[in-house]
């Protein structure tokens, strides 16, 4: 199925958007051509700035291949905001359900559909204090060796130097004019894993392996290394609890 079909409601929100994008900010973009011309795919992105979104999505927007963004379900319950949601046809997760597969059963079928489904995999934005990508959820994982989707890896950096994340002072910082940097990488390469059960084990060696390739487009971006090991919050939070028990 191609994917060229916008929608009168992605053009409409382009054109309230993406004037003051392109007014306000300069424009790095990379590796459009990894994003695919047809079929359904998935993309993984890191998540440093509540601006990101609105960057990332003019890029992929530009490609001719619209996102469909993850959010709650009963967002689209809402009287505005679930019509316009549903017009721009996001993904409702259903949280509540049972089964951790059928909470992303949306997307598996917007995927087989012939749909872009987008991921933030760190669920938040970075709590690393360099804003490199955390340690990933493995929700993009397990959707990508449900539908054995392409997983097209995304990093951008430039929104967080305009809306830092956790700033104390939710203040934009619009001058100087920044760069709004993005770039997609060629598809993560998950067959070793499609023939095996979907164990924690396995989702997470698979989750480490779409957090790898954003990490490496990131510190591409950036111009220096990445660190070795991935910021976790759980992990990093108890040892500053158990230095605090020390003293």
Known sequence: MSGR???IWYRTASVLVKP???TFFKRDWRGMENIPTDGGFITAINHNSYLDPLSYAHYQYNTGRVPRFLAKAGLFKAPVV???LRGLKQIPVYRDSSDA???FRAAVDAINRGECVAF???GTLTRDPDQWPMRGKTGAARVALLTKAPVIPVAQWGANEVMPPYAKKKRIRLFPRKTLRVIAGPPVDLSAFYDREPTAEVLRAATD???AAITELLAELRGEPAPAVPYHHRTAAEGAAGQEEGK
């Open 101 to 103: 597969a059928n909470a």
């Open 82 to 84: 679930g019509t316009f």
């Open 5 to 7: 079909r916008i929608g």
């Open 120 to 122: 933030y995999p760190e």
């Open 20 to 22: 003051p994008l392109v």
């Open 209 to 211: 392996a779409i957090m």
